[in-house]
């Protein structure tokens, strides 16, 4: 950018750039997770289908074409810094960003109307679906997540009693069991425990933002517990069925505790870009 703030047109062209980043090349963390899964894996079936996703990977990134098939439904997580100064709408520059890359990359028209089925694009009725926060300086940070429906549709969530503690690692484990190899194992596990019904979700859907590697002990300890599980890459048994877990948490009301899961494929799709005045941070 040359000017002397942001304008539609940047937040437009920044969008295409992401989605084309996004959904044809895998973060260096995935990928490396998936490497080191591919050299840890014992089982000869699973460890053949690990070596076919690295080379899916390979031959996305070379020809610039989407990863999967499934280009997913898009979540925005939109950063506003409070000194920034927009005379636009940014979610229609988005949205206008999404339009163009649907038809440049090309992604698949995954939206549509929940009744009738019918088709929107990729952009509807609450879809994409951006979320914003407020923070300090005067940039604009987007990052976008693609979220398949293979992964989507066998996330959970429970509102648990606050008594049941010792029942979230349980149903963590009971999630990934009931999912078996629907998500395209191996997955990463994000989940959210605490604040309100709809929080919890959220929570569990920005843990699949961060750093594959990132876990502390406790997320450590239940990754071991899925991997002990045997449900293996894409449901077929071996040593490796997920490749992280992360949580999030936020207080609660005193009488209730939520949990969300919320899995994801192999394919952690994510990328990110900073808008600041007279330049572009990527």
């Given at each position: 950018?040359?000017?002397?703030?942001?304008?539609?047109?940047d937040?437009v062209?920044?969008?295409?750039?992401?989605?084309v980043?996004?959904?044809?090349r895998?973060?260096?963390?995935?990928t490396?997770?998936?490497t080191d899964?591919?050299?840890r894996?014992?089982?000869?079936?699973?460890k053949?289908?690990?070596?076919?996703?690295?080379?899916n990977?390979?031959?996305?990134?070379?020809?610039?074409?989407?990863?999967c098939?499934?280009?997913?439904?898009?979540?925005f997580?939109?950063?506003?810094g409070?000194?920034?100064?927009?005379?636009f709408?940014?979610?229609?520059?988005i949205?206008?960003g999404?339009?163009?890359a649907?038809e440049?990359?090309?992604?698949?028209?995954n939206?549509?109307?929940p009744i009738?089925?019918?088709?929107?694009?990729?952009?509807?009725?609450?879809?994409?679906?951006?979320?914003?926060d407020?923070?300090?300086?005067d940039?604009?940070?987007?990052?976008?997540?693609?979220?398949?429906a293979?992964?989507?549709?066998?996330?959970?969530?429970?509102?648990?009693?606050?008594?049941?503690?010792?029942?979230?690692?349980?149903?963590?484990?009971?999630?990934v069991v009931?999912?078996?190899?629907?998500?395209c194992p191996?997955?990463?596990?994000g989940v959210?425990?605490?604040?309100?019904f709809?929080k919890?979700?959220?929570?569990a859907?920005?843990?699949l933002?961060?750093?594959?590697?990132d876990?502390?002990?406790?997320?450590?300890?239940i990754?071991?517990?899925?991997?002990?599980?045997?449900?293996?890459?894409?449901g077929?048994?071996?040593d490796?069925?997920?490749?992280?877990?992360?949580?999030?948490y936020?207080?609660?009301?005193?009488?209730?505790l939520?949990?969300?899961?919320?899995i994801?494929?192999?394919a952690?799709?994510?990328a990110?870009v900073?808008?600041?005045v007279?330049?572009?941070?990527?």
């Amino acid at each position: 950018m040359s000017s002397d703030k942001i304008t539609y047109e940047d937040v437009v062209r920044s969008v295409v750039d992401l989605l084309v980043r996004a959904e044809t090349r895998l973060p260096d963390d995935v990928t490396a997770a998936l490497t080191d899964a591919h050299q840890r894996e014992t089982n000869p079936t699973a460890k053949e289908q690990i070596k076919t996703i690295l080379e899916n990977i390979r031959l996305a990134s070379e020809r610039n074409a989407p990863i999967c098939q499934d280009t997913g439904i898009l979540i925005f997580f939109v950063e506003i810094g409070r000194k920034c100064v927009l005379d636009f709408d940014i979610r229609d520059a988005i949205c206008d960003g999404v339009e163009k890359a649907t038809e440049i990359i090309p992604l698949r028209p995954n939206a549509v109307h929940p009744i009738t089925r019918e088709s929107s694009g990729n952009v509807g009725v609450g879809l994409p679906d951006i979320i914003f926060d407020l923070t300090e300086g005067d940039r604009i940070k987007i990052t976008v997540l693609p979220k398949g429906a293979g992964s989507e549709n066998v996330s959970r969530l429970a509102m648990l009693n606050p008594s049941q503690v010792a029942d979230i690692r349980r149903f963590i484990l009971k999630t990934v069991v009931d999912a078996g190899g629907k998500p395209c194992p191996p997955v990463i596990v994000g989940v959210g425990v605490g604040g309100s019904f709809d929080k919890a979700a959220l929570l569990a859907k920005r843990a699949l933002l961060r750093d594959v590697l990132d876990m502390d002990a406790f997320e450590r300890e239940i990754l071991a517990d899925i991997n002990s599980l045997g449900i293996g890459t894409m449901g077929l048994g071996g040593d490796i069925t997920a490749l992280a877990v992360h949580i999030e948490y936020a207080h609660c009301h005193t009488a209730s505790l939520p949990v969300a899961v919320n899995i994801q494929c192999w394919a952690n799709r994510r990328a990110s870009v900073e808008l600041t005045v007279g330049d572009r941070v990527v």
